[in-house]
């Protein structure tokens, strides 16, 4: 049985910092990622990063998050640095095995003064 469980989120004022975790459990994931949702609007990507450490992310969040991993222990990470307003969102880690896809139960990150 496939489990993330997400931590990290939280209130930060703008131009602060933030770290997402996610722990995965029950497979071996070649992809995982972090997306997030605003009310009224769709999931959206934030970054990903396969097994082999190449990442990809939102241009609206490079050269200020950083998307990392620890194989051994099946956990994603993400640096969140230069937070603005508009980065508030309900954040959820996405795991991607042979199996299928798993999301977690999402987290949220508030940026505001």
């Known amino acids: 049985q496939v489990q993330l469980v997400e931590s990290g989120g939280g209130l930060v004022q703008p131009g602060g910092s933030l770290r997402l975790s996610c722990a995965a459990s029950?497979?071996?994931?070649?992809?995982m990622g972090w997306y997030r949702q605003t009310p009224g609007n769709q999931r959206e990507l934030v970054a990903s990063?396969?097994?082999?450490?190449?990442?990809m992310y939102a241009d609206s969040v490079k050269g200020r998050f950083t998307i990392s991993r620890d194989n051994a222990k099946n956990t994603v990470y993400l640096q969140m640095n230069s937070l603005k307003p508009e980065d508030t969102a309900v954040y959820y880690c996405n795991a991607r095995a042979m199996t299928g896809s798993s999301w977690g139960q999402g987290i949220q990150v508030t940026v505001s003064s």
């Open positions: 029950g497979s071996i994931f070649y992809l």
């Open positions: 990063i396969t097994s082999g450490n190449n990442t």
